[in-house]
C-alpha cells in the first residue's frame, strides 16, 4: 500500500533500533505497516521474538482495510476483482459511503482509491470523505494476491483496533516496544499530511505525543518516534537522543516538493541521568 510517510525507505535503519525480544510490539498510526511486516517477517524467520503485536489508527477504512486482509483475505482478493482501471468508476466508487460497507467492501475500496488516486495520496475532508482525485497511471496493478496472502499470514493473531495512539501506549508495561510515526508536523506553511484522519493531528496532539514517549521512558518502555526533521520537532524531543536521516519521499501532493528530505528518529532510552523535563 502507497502512504505518505511510508517507511520502506527508512527500513534498514529503523530495525536497527528495534530490540531483538520484546513482550509486545505496537505501533499506533499503522499506515502503510511497512515496519510492522518486517519486524513480524523477521520473527517468523526466528531472527527476532515478541509474544503480542498490536496495531492501531485513528483512520476507520485503515483498521477495517487491515481487519478485513488479516481475517478474509480471499474475500477482498474476490471483491478486488470487481474493480478496474476507470475513471467514471473512480468517482463511483470515491463516492461511496463507507461506513454502511463491510470490512471486505471498505479494504476492498480503500486498496483500489489507494492504487488508481493521484499519488497514492489518502487525504480526507474535515467530514471524512475521501477527496483525492483520479490519478493517471499506465496499467496499475489493482489486485495483488501474492502479497495480500502474505500480509493475512503476517498479521495473524494481530491485534488491529481503532484508536487514539494514547490509548495504544497506556497499557504498554517495561520490556515492550512501540514504534510511533504519526502524521508528520509540518515543513512549511502549505505542507499539511495531517488529513488523513477526519480529527486531524495538530500541534496539541504533537504535543501530547512528545509527553508520551517521555512518560514512557520513566516506565522503561522503548519508544522509537519518527517525525520531520525541523525547528518544532527538535523542541518537542529535547533531552532525547536523536538522529537525523535523509530519506527520498516519493508523495507529496505537490510534486515539486518530492525529494529527499530530513527526518528526525527520536529514541527514549539510554538517555542522560539528568534528562530535561517539559
Known amino acids: 500500500m502507497k502512504w505518505a510517510g511510508g517507511k520502506t525507505r527508512l527500513l534498514p535503519r529503523i530495525l536497527e533500533q528495534v530490540p531483538k525480544k520484546m513482550s509486545t510490539y505496537a505501533e499506533p498510526f499503522?499506515?502503510?505497516?511497512?515496519?510492522?511486516?518486517?519486524?513480524?517477517?523477521?520473527?517468523?524467520?526466528?531472527?527476532?521474538?515478541?509474544?503480542?503485536?498490536?496495531?492501531?489508527?485513528?483512520?476507520?477504512?485503515?483498521?477495517?482495510?487491515?481487519?478485513?486482509?488479516?481475517?478474509?483475505?480471499?474475500?477482498?482478493?474476490?471483491?478486488?476483482?470487481?474493480?478496474?482501471?476507470?475513471?467514471e468508476?473512480?468517482?463511483?466508487?470515491?463516492?461511496?459511503?463507507?461506513?454502511?460497507?463491510?470490512?471486505?467492501?471498505?479494504?476492498?475500496?480503500?486498496?483500489?482509491?489507494?492504487?488508481?488516486?493521484?499519488?497514492?495520496?489518502?487525504?480526507?475532508?474535515?467530514?471524512?470523505?475521501?477527496?483525492?482525485?483520479?490519478?493517471?497511471?499506465?496499467?496499475?496493478?489493482?489486485?495483488?494476491?501474492p502479497k495480500l496472502r502474505r500480509a493475512s499470514e503476517l498479521l495473524k493473531d494481530v491485534e488491529i483496533r481503532h484508536e487514539d495512539f494514547s490509548s495504544v501506549t497506556k497499557g504498554l508495561k517495561k520490556g515492550d516496544f512501540v514504534y510511533l510515526d504519526p502524521p508528520y508536523a509540518p515543513t512549511s506553511d502549505t505542507a499539511d499530511f495531517t488529513a488523513y484522519a477526519k480529527d486531524g493531528f495538530g500541534l496539541e496532539d504533537q504535543q501530547r505525543l512528545a509527553d508520551e514517549l517521555r512518560r514512557l521512558a520513566d516506565v522503561g518502555v522503548h519508544a522509537l518516534l519518527s517525525n520531520a526533521d525541523t525547528t518544532l520537532t527538535r523542541s518537542l524531543y529535547k533531552g532525547l537522543r536523536h538522529e537525523t536521516v535523509?530519506?527520498?519521499?516519493?508523495?507529496?501532493?505537490?510534486?515539486?516538493?518530492?525529494?529527499?528530505?530530513?527526518?528526525?528518529l527520536v529514541m527514549n532510552w539510554d538517555l542522560p541521568k539528568k534528562r530535561a523535563r517539559r
Do not use: Q
Open 30 to 87: 499503522m499506515g502503510g505497516a511497512a515496519v510492522f511486516l518486517a519486524v513480524a517477517a523477521e520473527r517468523e524467520r526466528g531472527e527476532r521474538k515478541f509474544e503480542r503485536a498490536i496495531l492501531a489508527d485513528r483512520n476507520e477504512d485503515l483498521v477495517a482495510c487491515y481487519s478485513a486482509v488479516r481475517d478474509s483475505v480471499e474475500d477482498v482478493i474476490t471483491a478486488l476483482g470487481d474493480y478496474k482501471y476507470d475513471e
Open 89 to 145: 468508476m473512480f468517482y463511483e466508487v470515491r463516492g461511496r459511503d463507507p461506513s454502511k460497507m463491510t470490512d471486505v467492501e471498505r479494504g476492498a475500496r480503500l486498496l483500489y482509491l489507494n492504487r488508481t488516486c493521484f499519488n497514492g495520496l489518502w487525504r480526507v475532508n474535515s467530514k471524512g470523505k475521501f477527496n483525492v482525485p483520479f490519478g493517471r497511471y499506465t496499467k496499475p496493478k489493482i489486485v495483488d494476491p
Open 246 to 264: 535523509n530519506v527520498r519521499r516519493s508523495i507529496n501532493s505537490d510534486t515539486s516538493n518530492r525529494g529527499h528530505a530530513a527526518e528526525l
